[in-house]
């Protein structure tokens, strides 16, 4: 009888991690972000990545995520309770089986295309109605496709970059915009396009990723040779 609780329970809490997963994708997460982002949430195994960013910056996903790790919390409690104590007659398979069922019925729903694309459609109005545009998460307002992209340029001494002014950067048709310069300590917004590039500058731009990495590819190949470089010093 105990065996069949916790067998029940195992599928209760793959059904609430199914479900929470199919949210988080109909909010906009990629598949495999999403699965990953609740998983960790759910066993409060607290990954700190940059995808986590993700869920804290966007009010839909920060509830479902404090479910996740409630329910995680709780979820941990029973088993203990369940291999410690054997739960004596205090097991209501029925019950469980009940909930059980019911969130298997919930997620086969929401999986189903239409009513994913109708609470996207809720979810997206949600958001419009309840929070200003500075208040969404940067990926929801700028990144339209998955070709956009945003990207600090370091600006290294061997860049051919330097000299050469800002406002003769792109062309016409280059599919780039300069959001700000960042030189030393000081954000550079108003001007940006009336500088001339020194070492050290950092270029935040804005476009087509296609674009961004022909535009800057030496100087996203010397940011990642630097990294690297980093990163042997540190694990010598």
């Known amino acids: 009888m105990e065996m069949l609780f916790i067998v029940i329970y195992m599928i209760l809490i793959a059904l609430v991690l199914e479900v929470s997963s199919t949210l988080l994708i109909i909010s906009g997460l990629k598949k495999e972000i999403a699965r990953f982002q609740a998983v960790s949430m759910l066993t409060a195994t607290g990954f700190t990545t940059l995808e986590s960013e993700l869920i804290l910056r966007h009010p839909i ?25 054997l739960m004596g007659q205090n097991l209501r398979i029925p019950a469980l089986t009940v909930v059980t069922i019911g969130l298997a019925i919930i997620w086969l729903s929401i999986k189903n295309k239409k009513i994913m694309s109708l609470l996207k459609r809720k979810f997206h109005r949600h958001l419009n109605q309840q929070f200003e545009l500075h208040q969404l998460p940067i990926e929801e307002i700028l990144y339209t496709s ?75 190949v010397s940011m990642k040779l630097s990294d690297q470089k980093e990163q042997h010093v540190v694990s010598m």
Request: charged share 25%; net charge negative; with cysteine.
């Open 61 to 85: 996903r920060r509830n479902i995520g404090v479910f996740l790790i409630l329910f995680g919390v709780f979820s941990l409690a029973v088993l203990i309770s369940i291999i410690s104590n």
């Open 146 to 220: 998955d070709t956009d992209w945003i990207k600090d340029v370091h600006i290294h001494a061997d860049s051919k970059l330097i000299d050469q002014r800002t406002d003769t950067l792109f062309g016409q048709e280059e599919d780039i915009l300069m959001l700000f310069v960042q030189r030393d300590d000081q954000k550079i917004r108003h001007q940006c396009l009336k500088l001339t590039i020194q070492e050290g500058d950092i270029l935040f731009v804005y476009g087509s990723k296609l674009a961004i990495g022909e535009k800057f590819h030496h100087e996203l």
